[in-house]
């Protein structure tokens, strides 16, 4: 079956849905995105997302490209029309199309919009969680405000192509004070021995992950404490466990950071029960015909 995506009103086949090059996402990197899980034919955390993705456009001055109710309806249709049970929808906003120049186009000119969504094999997800994947530590280069979720991706980019050239899943950049941020598309995470989850608080100096916030409620169901605080690498390197966070990989267990194996190179038993039982925390929409 064909994919199909939703460009500005319109649904297309995949292989023929385009912008325009004067989109400003295209020449600039002026918008946002969001990506949420579909899981068993349910949107997972869709309110979070949704109210993410207009936080993104608010701190951008991005207008909203439809209300909420008709946004909804559009995804909805994009999973349906693409059949995913399992797997991804992914929602772009631009500041939409005008002539080639810096300052903010005219008020009137309409944000772009742009949605697709692609099944994933949920067993293959389950095979990195089993195996556990490696990280690679990078110097912290994004700008200061990677708490929005811009497609501004370039060093993220670069630094996650360093880490597939040195055969590792992710990359976690780490400030000039030698204290992990977060990974170039996931959130950062270690556990201490005695079973505390640490990760860096959601200030300006990470994205506020979705994923994160529902761990930590997950923790806070099964009496796990958390403590929100940075840590650094070489903490992280003795960490009796360590794992990473995102809507588009749960939870997944780190076994290696740089040259150094975690604990004994096994996924924790920690991070494999968060990654079992984590929709039970997370908010569940079924999706029709599911
Ligand atoms: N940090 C960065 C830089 C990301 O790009 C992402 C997700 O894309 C995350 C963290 C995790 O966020 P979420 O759990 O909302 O997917």
């Known amino acids: 079956m064909s994919r199909v995506a939703y460009v500005n009103g319109q649904y297309v086949p995949h292989s023929r849905a385009a912008v325009h090059i004067e989109d400003r996402g295209y020449q600039f990197a002026d ?3 969001e990506v949420c899980e579909i899981w068993k034919g349910q949107i997972v955390d869709q309110t979070e997302h949704l109210e993410r993705l207009d936080r993104s456009l608010r701190e951008l001055a991005i207008r ?3 209300a909420r109710g008709a946004l909804i309806r559009v995804m909805r249709e994009v999973i ?3 059949r995913v049970k399992d797997g991804l929808i992914y929602i772009q906003v ?3 199309v005008a002539r080639r120049d810096h300052y903010f186009p005219p008020e009137d000119t309409p944000p772009s919009i742009v949605m ?4 994933v094999s949920a067993t293959k997800n389950e095979a990195a969680a089993e195996q556990g994947v490696s990280v690679i530590t990078t110097p912290e280069n994004r700008w200061a405000r990677v708490d929005i979720k811009t497609v501004g991706l370039l060093p993220n980019v670069l ?6 050239e ?3 899943k992710e990359a976690w950049f780490v400030d000039k004070d030698g204290f992990v941020t977060e990974g170039g598309s996931t959130n950062a995470w270690i556990v201490l021995n005695d079973g505390t989850l640490v990760t860096r608080p959601a200030d300006h100096g990470i994205l506020r992950g979705i994923t994160r916030s529902v761990v930590m409620k997950l923790a806070e169901m099964k009496g796990i404490s958390v403590q929100e605080r940075a840590f650094t690498v070489e903490e992280a390197k003795s960490a009796r466990e360590a794992f990473i966070t995102a809507a588009s990989a749960l939870v997944m267990p780190v076994t290696r950071i740089d040259d150094t194996v975690i604990a004994n190179g096994a996924p924790g038993s920690i991070a494999r029960d968060l990654r079992k039982t984590f929709h039970d925390a997370a908010e569940l929409i079924k999706l029709g015909g599911a």
């Open 31 to 33: 918008g946002v995105y």
């Open 64 to 66: 909203a490209p439809m």
């Open 80 to 82: 349906e029309r693409n």
């Open 94 to 96: 631009t500041r939409g």
């Open 116 to 119: 697709t969504a692609k099944s």
């Open 159 to 164: 630094a996650k192509q360093k880490a597939k």
């Open 166 to 168: 040195a055969g590792a």
